[in-house]
């Protein structure tokens, strides 16, 4: 069984230790070391830290959209 296992006597032991260090669903992101990290990885810039009510979009372009000159 060993072998089937890569020769890994201590299986349980390897298995427990690997899963210590993965995240807890229930704590919803809030176990991560790094926030600024994490959101780098998922390629999230500025707006992704700005505050609901104080948004500000400073730059960019949408494709295929047309805007009728109202109050935005």
């Given at each position: 069984m060993a072998a089937t296992l890569g020769g890994?006597?201590?299986f349980a032991t390897t298995v427990t230790n690997?899963?210590?260090g993965k995240l807890s669903a229930a704590?919803?992101?809030a176990d991560?070391?790094?926030a600024?990290?994490?959101r780098g990885n998922l390629g999230?810039?500025?707006?992704?830290?700005?505050?609901?009510?104080?948004?500000?979009?400073?730059g960019g372009?949408?494709?295929g959209i047309s805007f009728d000159g109202g109050t935005f």
């Open positions: 890994d006597l201590i690997g899963l210590a704590s919803n992101l991560l070391t790094n600024a990290t994490a999230l810039g500025s707006l992704a830290t700005q505050a609901v009510g104080n948004v500000a979009i400073t372009s949408i494709a």
